[in-house]
């Protein structure tokens, strides 16, 4: 059985999830906060695999990578309380799925990208 990864971060066309993006970030939300692009959570660099698991449990208590605030669309107010050790374990997992290079950057204006097939900042540089 294949697994195609997390909805929220896991691209997806009209036939559904994208085979081979799993985790990798990359569609467009948009909504009264603003419009945000889902994170590459793979362990490639072009995801997080730059994070170590204190950075992952900062990240998942506060909302925050280092000074960057995270979009209000993601729900770390639902992991903010997660006793370290279930952080941990979801981290653990995160660091074991296959990396996918696939950079999404909500810094800079969306341009189409040709893997996930979907306009985002970074999308010219897949």
């Known amino acids: 059985m294949v697994t195609v990864g997390c909805g929220c971060h896991t691209p997806a066309d009209q036939k559904g999830p994208i ?3 799993e985790y990798g970030g990359g569609e467009v939300l948009k909504g009264p906060w603003g ?3 889902r ?3 793979t362990p ?3 995801g997080i695999g730059y994070y170590d698991e204190a950075q992952f449990l900062q990240v998942m208590h506060t909302g925050f990578v280092q000074a960057r605030k995270l979009s209000s669309i993601m729900p ?3 992991f ?5 050790d279930d952080l941990k374990a979801i ?5 074991s799925v296959p990396p996918v290079k696939h950079r999404v950057d909500n810094s800079l204006p ?3 990208c040709r893997l996930c097939r979907q306009k985002h900042g970074g999308g010219d540089q897949n």
């Not at 903010?80 to 370290?84: F, G, K, P, S, V």
């Not at 981290?91 to 660091?95: C, E, I, M, S």
């Open 19 to 21: 085979r081979g993006m």
């Open 39 to 41: 994170a590459n959570i």
């Open 80 to 84: 903010t309380n997660l006793r370290d």
């Open 110 to 112: 969306p341009t189409y």
């Open 91 to 95: 981290f653990a997992y995160l660091q």
């Open 76 to 78: 770390f107010g639902e």
């Open 44 to 46: 490639d660099a072009s």
């Open 35 to 37: 419009e945000a692009t």
